[in-house]
């Protein structure tokens, strides 16, 4: 049996006070959300001797990581001057001995790659931007290559004649989501920690202290709550708080297509897709971004307009087979970045949401930051450019 002898209060960087209503550090969480954040999440605080129990009400990472290309690439996505860029760059230093720790844990080898980005250009418009690139990433010492058209060509010999110029960067790479996020739950749940599956959370309480998470087949009782349910987190009423989390679907689209003859090198980036060549043979195209609501059909339109760009820069393309297209809802917020922390408005709920594009890249650093805060009671300064108190009430 618990006691809540004391209020424990910890003071962020911005001066919030925020409170974790019990002593010491939660013994036991519920996650709320099976995707990619949720479960990296999971798997850190059952690291870290939690007791945790995921719930989610459809299998493990089919929100929208299933649909996720696994690009971790944050020079192209994350602009300089943006907290984006910070984060996104330190989540990346973390990943090679995130897939050690999670392949050890799980026993599961998760398809992994640091073979670097080719982002190319096909107007002037578009090399002026990637020569800015290469300037910041000179400015921070990070190996990148600018190059002419005939050394893309030379890098990359499958695109056409439409580059005319180029930038490689090294340092990025790709990593299969959906495997990634199952051996996760693995690696959890051999530290102890439970999945509950099929289970639509409806609404999160307190009573006398704990966190009631109500669900279409009954009531959980926690510590501790962690919102990680990606698009849908602003859909689930929360007692106390008066604001919805703002994360809205942006809808992205993405094609498999069946590769025949050398494939491409690395992940080849242009401004109309970005292309990712798969161990099995499979080139993934990406994605359309989309406001679509909660709309998860892919359509003849997104189809259409993925394997136009491909074809025009990898002329190949036409003669690979269709396997299939997907779909995903990327949780989106007003200034796309995620929202991280604890709630300011109520006592022992903390968000993990809104990664849009980046959730995957992302994954380990918000599952440090998490746990650090609710385990170690260490906020992290990183903390206040991704706090849930950027939207008031949460
Ligand atoms: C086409 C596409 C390409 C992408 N490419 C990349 C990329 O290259 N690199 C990258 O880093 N990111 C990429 N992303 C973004 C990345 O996929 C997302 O940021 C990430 O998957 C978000 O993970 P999540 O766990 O927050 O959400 P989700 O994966 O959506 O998981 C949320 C989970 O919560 C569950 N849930 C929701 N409501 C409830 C409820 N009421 N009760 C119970 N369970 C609930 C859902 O069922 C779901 O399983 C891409 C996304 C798309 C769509």
Redesign the pocket.
């Known amino acids: 049996m618990r006691t809540y002898a004391e209020v424990a209060e910890y003071t962020c960087d911005a001066g919030r006070a925020l409170s974790w209503d019990f002593m010491g550090r939660p013994s036991d969480i519920i996650v709320?959300?099976?995707?990619?954040?949720?479960?990296a999440v999971a798997y850190e605080l059952a690291c870290r001797g939690a007791s945790v129990e995921i719930?989610?009400?459809?299998p493990?990472?089919?929100?929208?990581?299933?649909?996720?290309?696994?690009?971790?690439?944050p020079y192209i996505e994350a602009r300089e001057g943006s907290p984006l860029l910070d984060l996104t760059v330190r989540s990346l230093g973390l990943f090679d001995h995130f897939m050690e720790r999670v392949s050890a844990d799980s026993g599961v080898t998760v398809p992994y790659h640091r073979t670097g980005t080719l982002d190319i250009a096909t107007t002037d418009d578009e090399l002026r931007a990637l020569r800015t690139t290469a300037e910041v990433l000179a400015r921070r010492d990070v190996p990148a290559l600018l190059l002419d058209a005939q050394a893309v060509r030379a890098e990359e010999p499958q695109l056409g004649d439409v580059a005319i110029g180029g930038l490689l960067i090294g340092s990025h790479g790709?990593v299969a989501?959906g495997e990634l996020t199952r051996a996760l739950v693995i690696a959890a749940r051999r530290r102890g920690a439970q999945l509950i599956e099929q289970?639509?959370?409806?609404r999160i309480s307190r009573l006398h202290g704990d966190m009631i998470v109500h669900?279409d087949r009954g009531s959980l009782t926690s510590n501790a709550v962690v919102l990680?349910?990606?698009?849908?987190?602003g859909?689930?009423a929360i007692d106390g708080v008066s604001a919805t989390v703002p994360v809205r679907p942006v809808?992205?689209?993405?094609l498999y297509l069946g590769w025949t003859g050398t494939p491409l090198r690395r992940v080849t980036w242009s401004g109309r897709c970005y292309l990712v060549p798969w161990d099995d043979g499979t080139l993934l195209v990406?994605?359309?971004v989309e406001e679509a609501g909660f709309d998860e059909r892919t359509t003849v339109a997104g189809v259409s307009e993925l394997l136009e760009a491909v074809c025009g820069i990898v002329p190949h393309a036409r003669d690979a087979g269709f396997r299939s297209a997907?779909?995903?809802?990327?949780?989106a917020t007003a200034d796309d970045l995620p929202v991280i922390g604890p709630s300011t408005a109520i006592p022992n709920l903390m968000y993990?949401?809104g990664?849009?594009?980046?959730?995957?890249?992302?994954a380990p650093l918000t599952a440090q930051l998490v746990a650090d805060a609710m385990l170690d009671n260490r906020i992290d300064p990183q903390l206040d450019s991704v706090s849930p108190a950027r939207f008031g009430g949460l």
């Not at 719930?55 to 459809?58: A, G, K």
């Not at 493990?60 to 690439?73: D, I, R």
């Not at 990680?228 to 987190?233: E, K, L, M, P």
């Not at 809808?251 to 993405?254: F, M, T």
Request: glycine share 18%; net charge positive; hydrophobic share 45%.
């Open positions: 709320v959300g099976a995707g990619i954040v949720g479960c719930v989610d009400e459809r493990v990472g089919m929100g929208a990581t299933q649909a996720s290309a696994g690009v971790l690439a790709f989501a289970s639509r959370v409806r669900t990680a349910a990606g698009s849908w987190s859909k689930i809808r992205g689209q993405l990406g994605a359309t997907r779909v995903g809802l990327r949780p993990a949401t990664h849009y594009r980046n959730g995957v890249l992302l």
